[in-house]
T-cell receptor, first 115, second 116 residues
Framework: GNSVTQMEGPVTLSEEAFLTINCTYTATGYPSLFWYVQYPGEGLQLLLKATKADDKGSNKGFEATYRKETTSFHLEKGSVQVSDSAVYFCALSAPGSGNTGKLIFGQGTTLQVKP | DARVTQTPRHKVTEMGQEVTMRCQPILGHNTVFWYRQTMMQGLELLAYFRNRAPLDDSGMPKDRFSAEMPDATLATLKIQPSEPRDSAVYFC??????????????FGPGTRLTVL
């Protein structure tokens, strides 16, 4: 079946540090991949996505590349800010025949950025 | 700027009381999802609808939870009777799902439920 595995948190970084949050997946076919972010007290919001192999999603300084050979979609940012403190969720969907529209989420990784 | 809205944002109730949570999906979206988030279990899919018809509610405790879509602009999640273990944040999400789409979902701000 389809599944997503994220690195466990919390991840604690100092401001301006480099961020990597690992995400690997198991899926049949050609899934679409997402990163969602949840700020304290809010719902999840889409951060970036990639729909085919070798695509790079990017937004707000964050990037992730869809690597089919390693079944990974790692989230990176070159210089984090305190305002990036949030929970980050990796997710996949499997469109095509029998598309349910469901997203399969990882367990979430909490990022804490200290000044 | 189209958004998913949810009401109420916060609800405190006593055990045994009925709770109804409401969601207005984004106009034009054909699929609505209900999720529950707790510290212990994380994010769980409770139920979802396509074109107002229930597709899957296997994530919901059937004896006390029910979900409906009376019309295209309103989805409801009801708990009767409520129990302290139902305390959680409940999210509604909507999306436009089609055969070759990427299935992006748009989340509401959530209803934080506390059952005493």
């Amino acid at each position: 079946g389809n599944s997503v595995t994220q690195m466990e948190g919390p991840v604690t970084l100092s401001e301006e540090a480099f961020l990597t949050i690992n995400c690997t997946y198991t899926a049949t076919g050609y899934p679409s991949l997402f990163w969602y972010v949840q700020y304290p007290g809010e719902g999840l919001q889409l951060l970036l996505k990639a729909t085919k192999a070798d695509d790079k999603g990017s937004n707000k300084g964050f990037e992730a590349t869809y690597r089919k050979e390693t079944t990974s979609f790692h989230l990176e940012k070159g210089s984090v800010q305190v305002s990036d403190s949030a929970v980050y969720f990796c997710a996949l969907s499997a469109p095509g025949s029998g598309n349910t529209g469901k997203l399969i989420f990882g367990q979430g990784t909490t990022l804490q950025v200290k000044p | 700027d189209a958004r998913v809205t949810q009401t109420p944002r916060h609800k405190v109730t006593e055990m045994g009381q009925e709770v109804t949570m409401r969601c207005q999906p984004i106009l034009g979206h054909n699929t609505v999802f209900w999720y529950r988030q707790t510290m212990m279990q994380g994010l769980e899919l409770l139920a979802y609808f396509r074109n107002r018809a229930p597709l899957d509610d296997s994530g919901m405790p059937k004896d006390r939870f029910s979900a409906e879509m009376p019309d295209a602009t309103l989805a409801t999640l009801k708990i009767q009777p409520s129990e302290p273990r139902d305390s959680a944040v409940y999210f509604c999400a909507s999306g436009l799902v089609w055969l070759a789409g990427d299935n992006e979902q748009f989340f509401g701000p959530g209803t934080r439920l506390t059952v005493l």
